[in-house]
């Protein structure tokens, strides 16, 4: 397969449902859940600490810092999975990362809020290249200004395999999210790779 762009207007976003074989993803899948150094990390919410709704990661070359949700990530070496997947996601994307955000929803309980990302680090219009693993989750869009009526909000389901480009001004026109859902859910691994500017 490859990827076709989706109709979202004062937005670039292409998604391919294939683009890792199925048996390529369950592998990768069970090699990056027993690998990865996965933590539980504080944020604050309304004044308060909280943990997140999920496990994440933050791998990448040593320039690469970046601030998420107001914490300081200092990312760890590339390993060689990490490394493999670069090399296909920037040959499918045509664009250089220099960092992978990764991020575990172990049950339909784990959730991402609605955020645009759009950390100063990034850039104006950032490349962000998702590729899924595990079981399929919602991920949805809405505008980020309902005043300009751009569009209804949009779902789509993220199957193991697929990769989901996000570029242009799409981060600038739009929130995204991983809703909690209520229906008994396995494991996803989520990776969004990045480009993050040196400071
Ligand atoms: O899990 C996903 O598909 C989205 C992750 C995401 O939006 C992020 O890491 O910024
Ligand atoms: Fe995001």
């Known amino acids: 397969m490859s990827l076709s762009l989706l109709p979202l ?13 199925l048996p390529a993803a369950e592998a990768l899948l ?3 859940t027993a690998t990865i150094a996965w933590r539980q990390e ?16 933050w791998y990448g070359d040593p320039a690469a810092r970046y601030a998420y949700s107001g914490l ?28 992978v955000l990764l991020n575990l929803y172990r049950t339909g309980q784990d959730s991402m809020g609605w955020h645009a990302d759009n950390e100063p680090e990034l850039g104006p219009a950032p490349v962000i290249a998702s590729v899924s693993l595990g079981a399929a989750r919602r991920f949805r869009f809405r505008p980020r ?3 300009q009526l751009l569009h209804e909000p949009v ?10 480009l996000m570029r242009g001004s799409t981060q600038q026109h739009w929130l995204h999210a991983v809703p909690k859902t209520a229906v008994p859910t396995g494991p996803r691994l989520n990776l969004t790779f990045r480009l993050v500017t040196e400071r």
């Open 72 to 99: 300081a990530l200092e990312p760890q070496p590339w390993t060689p999975a990490l490394l493999r997947l670069r090399e296909q996601v920037q040959a499918a994307a045509g664009s250089p990362f220099n960092s």
């Open 30 to 32: 069970a090699e990056l």
């Open 145 to 147: 200004h309902p005043q």
């Open 155 to 164: 779902s789509l389901l993220l199957p193991a395999g697929s990769l989901l």
């Open 42 to 57: 504080p944020i604050t919410l309304f004044g308060k600490p909280v943990l997140q709704p999920r496990l994440t990661a």
């Open 9 to 21: 207007p004062q937005a670039e976003v292409l998604l391919d449902p294939e683009f890792l074989p």
